[in-house]
């Protein structure tokens, strides 16, 4: 069993000259500190070295694996805190064996060391597990891509399933620190023992909460919506497309760059519109208001025109048809194909403003106009 230098002035000069001045006690409280200082110094670097020579074995194993070689990206800097803080603990717990704290003046300070050095230690093996959660996202970014649609699906669950871990595991840590604390132990023994009542009203006052995090995870299963999804989820009819899902609300990217944010039951009990639920090319259509008269072989062929020069279109189906009339004016339709819904808006635009400048420069007759035609006096015979 060890024993701290100071302790041995202690037994020296109460064989001696009996009880110890205050310079004496001066300086065996600064030989008790320097001595702990140096053992939590010495683990920490311990600690340092075993980390480094754990992660180098460990790179050397993984170096062929894309995914272990990103886990151990993601857990390096805490591996080596988590280590060091251990190391740390321990060499300062060897400095004190045999050590009586109360007979100590810096008894109190030194035991309160000892605690945050474990609460430190705890912090940093939960920041071990909460990194190496993010390896379902990185695995899922490195999936084949080949089917977009599966490889959105992976990705939304690898989110969802990322967070769900992280939650558990943060739990997991502060219970385990909070466990250091007497007080706290006896406090979750009380609420162990009262376990019904508490339960019962946690429910109701979580009820809201909870559904949203079962909401979420089953979006993420289900596969009702993906990250990437563009989806119109509002009353206004506002388009955007996912690009998160958490474990309590979905966040909406908006054309104009705002975030949506819609709690994660809005989707498993409202209807709403996917657009990419299956494939992200749509169809659009384009309506233009022309007088009677209008050449539809014309329009035919300027629409074929325009759309053999852009690339907006994807070249799967395009139409033009004359889909309504009124007492002055033909609705003419436009119909076209994107490969997504942002190209089918710009698309859409090309058009319009296409055929419009076309129509205004070289078939000005075909515009709509209003007509006023007199009615000529009709001379009626008088019969006598």
């Not at 205004?360 to 009626?380: H, K, L, N, S, Y």
């Amino acid at each position: 069993m060890s024993t701290s230098p100071s302790a041995i002035a202690r037994l020296v000069s109460q064989e001696g000259d009996g009880p110890q001045s205050g310079a004496e006690a001066a300086v065996s409280d600064a030989i008790d500190i320097a001595s702990l200082l140096l053992g939590v110094a010495v683990g920490a670097l311990l600690g340092f070295l075993a980390a480094a020579l754990v992660s180098a074995i460990l790179r050397s194993i993984l170096r062929r694996s894309a995914v272990g070689s990103m886990l151990l990206k993601r857990v390096r800097t805490p591996f080596y805190v988590a280590l060091m803080m251990w190391g740390g603990l321990l060499g300062l717990e060897w400095m004190l064996q045999g050590a009586d704290l109360s007979q100590w003046s810096n008894g109190a300070l030194v035991s309160t060391s000892t605690h945050v050095l474990l609460i430190l230690a705890i912090g940093a093996v939960t920041w071990i597990a909460y990194a190496a959660a993010w390896v379902f996202e990185d695995a899922a970014r490195m999936r084949n891509r080949a089917d977009q649609g599966r490889a959105r699906r992976f990705e939304t669950q690898a989110q969802v399933v990322r967070r769900l871990v992280q939650l558990i595991v943060v739990i997991i840590g502060i219970v385990a620190i909070l466990s250091t604390f007497a007080a706290a132990r006896q406090a979750m023994t009380t609420l162990l023992a009262s376990a019904g009542l508490i339960s019962v009203i946690a429910g109701l006052a979580a009820q809201q909460t909870l559904g949203n995090v079962f909401a979420g995870i089953q979006l993420a299963f289900t596969d009702a919506i993906r990250v990437g999804d563009v989806v119109v989820a509002n009353d206004k009819g506002e388009s955007g497309a996912i690009e998160e899902i958490t474990l309590s609300y979905v966040v909406v990217r908006l054309w104009d760059e705002r975030r949506l944010i819609i709690p994660s039951t809005y989707f498993t009990s409202t209807t709403f519109e996917n657009w990419t639920r299956r494939a992200a090319a749509q169809l659009g259509t384009v309506e233009i208001h022309l007088d009677w008269a209008a050449p539809m072989a014309l329009i035919r062929q300027k629409v074929e025109s325009l759309l053999q020069a852009t690339d907006l279109w994807d070249g799967r189906t395009w139409n033009v048809q004359m889909t309504g009339s009124d007492t002055s004016t033909v609705t003419v339709r436009i119909l076209v194909s994107a490969k997504n819904s942002g190209s089918l808006w710009d698309l859409r635009c090309y058009l319009r403003e296409h055929i419009i400048a076309w129509v205004v420069a070289e078939e000005p007759w075909a515009r709509p106009a209003t007509r006023i035609q007199p009615q000529a006096e009709v001379a009626v015979p008088v019969d006598t």
